[in-house]
């Protein structure tokens, strides 16, 4: 069973956001395969096998974080795309069967992948009592991201807020379902993105994602309705960074970027 490590969201490695992908002839018991993810201990690891032809979908694609199994992720879904593309597994745009619905990914000609999501439905909510103390920083706006995402959406004063967020992640955990994602007008986009962001994921173990695909559904109908334009860059400034383009069409976003393989080895377990 081969097991890959690929950066998403980059296009050069120690960057963007790791993710496990294993190309699988079918799922085992869902126990392996939170064992598996733990074990490689990176936000996600994918798990996908192909489906019979002629159906709505290539392959069947699940995500697992060390501690569960989430309903969407943008990141390892990349990285899933790339490796079949890479490895000559799958030519041209591939349909993921997931929990969220047929995902589909395609290939650029320059070198990119864009992946077809659901846009996150934003509901306006009050900032709970206690989430500016965890936080760290005051929001001034909140938004529920529905049930896919599961997010607190939160915008903060200026992308200098972002960047020095040093929430306390276990007091982040009483405040939505899977986490938070905290977010600012770019200060200046010359730099090349309009909106900043950073993630932090208490509630499926995860404190801090690097950059996380699934969350830019929801910012960019956010940051769309704000700047009056449906294409836009966002930059995730964790530790590690990535840039994720994204374009509102109505009830779908697409998110591109790009992904590098940094490790390819055997599963002997």
């Given amino acids: 069973m081969r097991i890959r490590i690929v950066d998403a969201f980059t296009d050069r ?13 079918a799922f085992p018991e869902d ?10 201990n990176h936000a996600e690891t994918a798990f996908a096998h192909p489906l019979p032809a002629g159906g709505e979908a290539d392959w069947a694609l699940r995500w697992f974080t060390p501690a569960t199994e989430v309903a969407m992720c943008g990141h390892a879904t990349l990285a899933t795309a790339h ?8 030519e041209g745009p591939v349909r993921f069967a997931t929990r969220s619905g047929v995902l589909i990914a395609v290939p650029r000609e320059d070198g990119s992948i864009t992946l077809d999501f659901p846009t996150a439905p934003l509901t306006p909510a009050e900032v709970p009592a206690g989430l500016a103390d965890a936080l760290g920083a005051t929001p001034h706006a909140a938004l529920d991201t529905g049930p ?3 997010d607190l959406l939160v915008e903060v004063a200026d992308e200098m807020t972002v960047h020095g967020l040093s929430p306390d992640h276990k007091a982040l955990a009483a405040h939505s379902r ?13 730099r090349g993105y309009d909106y900043v962001s950073r993630c932090f994921f208490p509630n499926v173990g995860i404190d801090e994602d690097p950059v996380t695909g699934s969350a830019h559904t929801a910012l960019a109908p956010y940051w769309a309705g704000r700047l009056g334009r449906p294409d836009l860059t966002g930059l995730q400034a964790s530790p590690r960074s990535g840039r994720v383009r994204t374009e509102l069409r109505g009830d ?14 055997e599963l002997l377990a």
Avoid: C, M, W, Y
């Avoid at 490695?13 to 002839?25: E, I, K, R, S, T």
């Avoid at 779908?252 to 080895?265: D, F, H, K, N, P």
């Fill in 83 to 90: 490796v079949l593309h890479t490895t000559g597994a799958h």
């Fill in 31 to 40: 126990d392996r395969l939170q064992k598996i993810a733990l074990e490689v």
């Fill in 178 to 190: 899977r986490g938070i994602i905290a977010t600012a007008r770019a200060e200046d986009p010359a």
């Fill in 148 to 150: 896919h995402v599961g």
């Fill in 13 to 25: 490695p120690f960057a963007g956001n790791p993710a496990g992908v294993l190309l699988l002839d």
């Fill in 252 to 265: 779908r976003t697409l998110l591109s970027g790009r992904a590098v393989t940094v490790i390819e080895g």
